[in-house]
């Protein structure tokens, strides 16, 4: 129940005030009034505002839902019209639930927080949310690059509340009890992967593999058209079985077969890693922030290095803030989105649910988020490197971007049989299946 | 009168042999069938890295309670217990309420229309969950019953009266014409024999019934999800989900869910299934 | 008893003397039950299917389904579907009878033994998806300590990573998970069948084996039969289980229906090719269900 303890805290500030003015009173009496307090002030405290609701899945992260309460409670305390509050689910059914409410006759809440897919549904096929150009023009802040999924037609629907990013996550004890340094060419990191593999002790890169953790699985791959600088399409043309694409899924298969915990699930690679049996991983930064609260002991020991490869390009993901048009409340969801975009609001968030690549250029607008950057040890190869959006690399795709990965990660598995196809041989078939969909776009 | 004594020992030996093939057979059963709960119950009580190991251990090597204590200690875990039980106790009542009329009709009366009505019922059975789901909500929020857990548990009613009708008519069926037929001639109606005769006589179906009802209703999810959002009204079902996170899937927090989450479940068999055994009510069923 | 019967049911005698004696009394008595399927089910189907007719643009017609009887995946699905259903069908009754048949047996300690067997029942698909796919780990799994003891087997096995082994899996996991609903029906049907009729058969001289095929068969065959068909649609519309286990994978080796209206819908975010799916899924299992009562009423003409 993450939204109690926000309005309970709320709450207990009235309380104590209101105790100090009744000071003199007997101690029972002060009791008494201090339990019977807080229903009262919860009533007229929800009476005169307008309710907001928040659609999210964060109100679930263990490592982030603190940050986003305490930015709530900020809003709430910033402004007397409205009350925000949150409303969704956990993210295994979050976007099943959206679609659900969408289906059966609108989305209950006044602002939404989408994963990326989500997002481009709801701008090209639902059609449902507000452009947020006023509210750009209004805080002054040129969005990230990542943005250029949320526009449509030269309006842009979301601002991002998390922007994730790919870099090579290290266990530096590992990397120094086997003299080796994180690899800055493919090569190297096929190899430093194998050097760090004693199975099943010690695997030399997690790297999740199978399809039930599918989301994750193609949440990785998809980086894997970047080493040799190649795309999963262009337009409405899917380059599946391009060369550059193709070495780059080699490679994957080279790491795969080097050192990856095969056929393990996510939740046991997960806690390999936090266990230290792992020595890389391939992941976004809230991965170590997961890690860490699995396991707070290996926190000190996990670092990141830019993407091994040449151009350092990885993508990054945006799940943006969007305001419904359905909101009977349109103006308090902007409102809120703004507030929620300050600079020092942001820096705040960022800082607390260790977010690293913010919605706009954050460090020129916020002493206290550069300080923060600066602070951190295990940032600088998310900020090495390059950011990339999906859009990029996805052309038209990008908006079936769960589909295109399904196809991929099928077509991947039928090279990693025994005695199955070359990853050649896998992507010709995963490109038939891909113009077919290109019909169908 | 003399009869050589020979075959009966031969005839006892043979019984012994069958009870014991039997028994062997009742204990490897278990075993198999157990074997994945016990798996789970390990996973739960060692330190992780004992089951991610191999060979893994078939007994514990050590104990760590952590999984319990962050199961316990970060989740209303005793609220969604609670809840579930409500709801699924609601669903016990609700399908007896529907579906002792309907299968009586379905197996005692003649009447147009029934094997129509029969077919129907399993008809509602083939309904695929998720594309059922949205018009549900949408009915369910032209109501105002979202966030209700009375209209979940009649939802869930809805979901098992169908396959607890057909379950409770088989046992309607196996009730003696005679004993009705007397009943009727008696002086007692139609209406009547319902809670004198049938009733009484068909409790392991109806204990059946609430079991299948009950043990339905707390596992289903889908649902319950897209109907219940205030995290206040949480069923048990819908907090371990809650557990499951973005990049991170708890194992052993999960296999502890589901063992403190199967307990009641079975409490609540244990308890009753006496009922369904012949013994007890031998008398009552054989009329 | 009488007197008895009037006080619970009714006030005036006549008026509620002709409602209970007369035609439309059954009626009234399924009215309930019928009302709550027709709202709560059956509307919700027929909005549901509707989708299927909608390409996405709001023009209705048959689109969807061209597009999907055009597509080889869709019947890849369809072929996964009629493995998964038919064996789980096949061994989930086989499993459950055979239970069934030992807890049907008075012998100390039977309660207990059937509690322990009814606690897969109990535990909320997520936990049990999880333990087995903890079992069923290539690297770290206790079926591959399990299947090491055996002479022939040298190597871990990818089970979950195999087609084969993985359709298998999950086989395997439907069944244990789904066995006691199926026995304990089959239990109460056991119940059901008479002792005297068992004693005749010994009396004829029948031995175990005959007293099953004679006596026990005879006297549950409706039960099994409605569970067969029960078993059918059930395992069409199995979901999480398989989405949890295998997703789909390996490939799509165990892509069936359920999962695969899934993904359309809330995945992919194509209702009305979902929609589809749910409709050809929906026809099969009515198709299985009508031949069920075929089979089944002509069986009852039979002496």
Redesign the interface.
Known sequence: MPKQPRIDRVNSASTSAGLSRRGFMAATAALAAGAALPIASRRSFAADRIKLKVMSWEQFQPGEKDGWNALFDKFNQSQSKYQVEWTGWPVAQYEANVVIQAQAGGIDADVLMALPDLAAQMIRKYKNVEPLDSLVSELGITPSGGHAYLRQDGKLYGLSAIDVNFALVYNKKLFADAGLKPATTADEWVDTTAKLTKRPDQFGIALINTIADGGEWWFQLQNFCLPYDGMWAQGKTPLANSPETVKGLELWKKLYDAGAPQGTAEGGVMKLTADGRVAQAFGVNPTIVVLKATNPAIYPNLLSAAPPWESKRSLDRIHPLMALKTSKNVDGAMEFIKFAMQPDVMADLMEANSYVIPPYDLASKSEKFKAYLADKPWISGYNEAKQVSPIDVMGDFAFVDDQFGRIIMQNLQSALQPGGKSVKEAMDGAQRQLEALAKRL | MSQPAAPRRRRSTALKL?TLL??A??LV??VV??F??Y??LL?SIQP??Y??????P?LPKGFNWEAYGQLFG?K?IAQWLVTSTIVATLTVIGTL???I??A???SA?R?TG??A???????????????????????Y?SFGWTNNLAALA??H???V???C???LK??F??VPKEVVEA?LI???????VL??IYLPLVR??LV?VS??AF?AS??E??FA??LI?D??LYT??LG???L?????????E??A???V??V???VF??VI??H????LTAGS??G | MQQAAIMVAGVRRPARRSLVDGKAFPYLLILPALALEALLILYPIVRGSLVSLDPGDGTYGFDNYSLMFADPDFWRMLMHTLTYTVSVDVIILIVALAVALLMNWDFPGRGAVRSILTVPWAIPDVPVAITFVMMFDPTFGVFNRLARMLPWIDHNQSWLLDPNLAMAAVILVTVWKGFPFYSLVLLAALQNVPDELYDAARVDGAGVFGQFLHVTLPGIRDTIALLAVLAFIFSTQQFTLIWLITGGGPVDATTTLAPAIYMQAFRFFNFGYAGAFAVIGFLISAVATLAFVVVQQRLAREP
């Not at chain 2, 369904?276 to 013994?279: I, Q, T, W």
Request: aromatic fraction near 12%.
């Open positions: 069958a039997r028994a057979a009742i059963v278990c069938v157990f994945p709960v798996w789970m996973s992780s890295s089951s991610l190991s191999f060979p893994p078939l970060d209303p309420v529907f579906v009329p309907a009586y009709a379905l009366l009447w029934r094997s009505f029969g077919l129907l019922l399993l008809f509602t059975q083939i309904m695929p969950a998720a594309i059922v789901v949205a018009p549900v909500l949408s009915l929020r009649l939802l009613t809805a979901f009266v169908p396959l009708a057909w379950v088989s046992a069926d196996a009943a008696d002086g007692c109606n139609r209406l009547g809670p004198y392991p179906g059946a079991v299948i043990f707390w596992g999810f889908l999800s897209t959002i995290n206040g048990a079902s371990i989900a809650t499951m996170t973005q990049l991170d899937t708890p194992l052993f999960l296999m869910a589901g063992v989450f199967s009641l479940p079975v068999y244990m299934q006496r369904v055994l012949r013994g069923v054989k």
